[in-house]
């Protein structure tokens, strides 16, 4: 259905109602035409045709009859017959030439319409929208960019350089290699930009899975459906900005060609091979020489980075999720059963809602609410010193009572005690021994003190 064909279906349905409300007298006529954006006037005269021959009345003519500009239908057909047998395969442009030569007097709009129509030519695709260069953020820390770059950076292996940089200034604070781009590569970029500067303002990133979930490729994204990285910008009141064609990223993709340009090179050069030493070759050499070489003043005196108010950022940092706990006060996570230690406040956790931390080096923490319940290792070994106190008092005692056991007081010693006053510290540390097989005194750990320490 063309356009104006839809507009006049609306209009004859806008009337309708209108002429219902009138003939109900719930309307003026004043009323009626301002519904219609007309005057009260031509509201009578659609009331008459509607009146008079119904819905047909109301039909604009103009619509009906053929333009007196119109071409033959010979003409149309005798083009498209000649490109068909003589000219097939031509560019329009092309065929336009000869069919002025043969003294045609069409346009070339309308003879590549026509070819177009008889599908003699397909139409070209669209040449894109008229992009203007965006200007550069006024101030370190407005906005940052981070992209990540797939690339033979040493001979037979494949890297992703995670790059971080500022958009005012070109300055790049965070430049390292992953074996894979995702979730945890852009924490860790993230994490030194706001462990040496602060806080920013926005993150410009592309529409990675890691970092914006969409509906369908290429498609847009959902704000509502975060991700682990979106949750995370969320909590730091960081906006991310989403760039939806290479173009929209030109600063970046820029930077990363002279990055593949240069650093193969210089690992190269350095007879670097390994990923750790060319990720420690970039921050002590590369990294301040490419900054130094490449950076560029701001186009205002000031910075927008502001002190990071959150502490340690690695929880917030990291991936979370939800899981509830089991009767065994067990927490099920990724195959691992996660223990929860004793606490000395509470019974138990079971059913309780608690939240399970994953950071970069895939260590794990369990926290109910802001309070943390225990740290445990990749392989859901919990970590003693992130144990509650209690616990790793009684793993201390207990360590010590293995490796040095007690024995009950001699004869001799218990005959000193009572002569020099001291058979109150003997009393409480025979209390305090466990039940042992003595011989010649009575149990220290189980006689009563009349029986050890007899007159008292």
């Given at each position: 259905?063309?356009?104006?064909?839809?507009?006049?279906?609306?209009?004859?349905?806008?009337f309708?109602?209108?002429y219902?409300?009138y003939?109900?007298?719930?309307?003026?006529?004043?009323?009626a035409?301002?519904?219609?954006?007309?005057?009260?006037?031509?509201?009578?005269r659609?009331?008459?045709?509607?009146?008079?021959?119904?819905?047909?009345?109301?039909t604009?003519?103009?619509?009906e009859?053929?333009?007196?500009r119109?071409?033959?239908?010979?003409e149309?057909?005798?083009?498209?017959?000649?490109y068909?047998?003589?000219?097939?395969?031509w560019?329009?442009?092309?065929?336009?030439?000869?069919y002025?030569?043969?003294?045609?007097?069409?346009?070339?709009?309308?003879?590549?319409n026509r070819?177009?129509?008889?599908?003699?030519v397909?139409?070209?695709?669209?040449?894109?929208?008229?992009?203007?260069?965006?200007?550069?953020a006024?101030?370190?820390?407005?906005?940052?960019h981070?992209?990540?770059?797939?690339?033979?950076?040493?001979?037979?292996?494949?890297?992703d350089?995670?790059?971080t940089?500022?958009?005012?200034?070109?300055?790049?604070?965070?430049i390292f290699?992953?074996?894979?781009e995702?979730?945890?590569?852009s924490?860790?970029?993230?994490?030194?930009?706001?462990e040496?500067r602060?806080?920013f303002?926005?993150?410009?990133?592309?529409?990675?899975?890691?970092?914006?979930?969409?509906a369908?490729?290429?498609?847009?994204?959902?704000?509502?459906?975060?991700?682990?990285?979106?949750?995370?910008?969320?909590q730091?009141?960081i906006q991310?900005?989403?760039?939806?064609?290479?173009?929209?990223?030109?600063?970046?993709?820029?930077m990363?060609?002279?990055?593949?340009?240069?650093?193969?090179k210089?690992?190269?050069?350095?007879?670097?091979?390994?990923?750790?030493?060319a990720?420690?070759?970039?921050k002590?050499q590369?990294?301040?020489s490419?900054?130094?070489?490449?950076?560029?003043?701001?186009?205002?005196?000031?910075?927008?980075?502001?002190?990071?108010?959150?502490?340690?950022?690695g929880?917030?940092?990291c991936?979370?999720h939800?899981?509830t706990?089991?009767?065994?006060n067990?927490?099920s996570?990724?195959?691992?059963?996660?223990?929860?230690?004793?606490?000395?406040?509470?019974?138990?956790f079971?059913?309780?809602?608690?939240?399970?931390?994953?950071?970069?080096?895939?260590?794990l923490?369990?926290?109910?609410g802001?309070?943390?319940?225990g740290?445990?290792e990749p392989?859901?070994r919990?970590?003693?010193?992130?144990?509650?106190?209690?616990?790793?008092k009684?793993?201390r005692?207990?360590?010590?009572?293995?490796?040095?056991p007690?024995?009950?007081?001699?004869s001799?010693?218990l005959?000193?005690?009572t002569?020099e006053?001291?058979?109150?510290?003997?009393?409480?540390?025979?209390r305090?021994?466990?039940?042992?097989?003595?011989?010649g005194?009575?149990?220290?750990?189980?006689?009563?003190?009349?029986?050890?320490?007899?007159?008292?």
């Open positions: 259905m063309r356009w104006t064909e839809l507009l006049r279906e609306l209009r004859m349905k806008k309708t109602e209108a219902a409300g003939a109900a007298r719930r309307l003026t006529q004043e009323e035409a301002l519904l219609l954006n007309v005057c009260p006037r031509t509201f009578r659609y009331m008459a045709r509607y009146e008079e021959n119904g819905l047909e009345g109301l604009d003519r103009r619509l009859g053929a333009s007196a119109r071409a033959p239908v010979d149309v057909m005798e083009l498209t017959e000649k068909r047998t003589r000219h097939q395969g560019a329009v442009k092309h065929f336009y030439a000869w002025k030569r043969e003294g045609g007097s069409r346009s070339y709009t309308w003879v590549k070819l177009q129509d008889a599908d003699l397909k139409k070209s695709p669209g040449r894109g929208k008229h992009r203007k260069r965006r200007t550069r006024p101030w370190p820390g407005m906005m940052l981070q992209d990540g770059s797939t690339h033979q950076w040493v001979p037979g292996q494949y890297w350089l995670i790059v940089m500022d958009d005012a200034t070109n300055e790049h604070y965070s290699f992953v074996k894979e995702g979730t945890a590569s924490f860790a970029g993230v994490k030194e930009v706001i040496s602060g806080l303002s926005s993150l410009y990133t592309d529409r990675g899975s890691h970092y914006w979930h969409t369908q490729a290429g498609g847009k994204v959902d704000r509502s459906q975060l991700t682990q990285f979106g949750r995370a910008m969320r730091l009141n991310m900005i989403p760039a939806y064609s290479p173009e929209a990223r030109g600063r970046s993709e820029r990363f060609s002279t990055h593949q340009s240069r650093l193969p210089e690992l190269a050069l350095a007879g670097i091979t390994d990923m750790a030493d990720n420690r070759y970039i002590e590369y990294l301040p490419f900054n130094k070489e490449f950076m560029q003043p701001a186009q205002e005196q000031g910075s927008a980075f502001v002190r990071n108010m959150y502490g340690d950022i929880d917030i940092l991936e979370q939800q899981r706990v089991g009767k065994d067990c927490v996570f990724d195959g691992l059963k996660l223990q929860i230690p004793a606490v000395k406040d509470r019974l138990h079971v059913k309780a809602e608690v939240r399970v931390h994953r950071y970069p080096d895939q260590r923490a369990l926290f109910h802001p309070r943390l319940l740290r445990y392989d859901g919990p970590v003693e010193s992130a144990l509650p106190c209690e616990e790793r009684k793993k005692t207990q360590a010590h009572q293995r490796k040095f007690l024995e009950p007081p001699s001799a010693e005959a000193y005690a002569q006053g001291k058979a109150g510290a003997l009393r409480a540390a025979a305090a021994l466990p039940s042992c097989a003595c011989s005194i009575a149990c220290h750990a189980t006689a009563a003190p009349e029986e050890i320490f007899p007159g008292e």
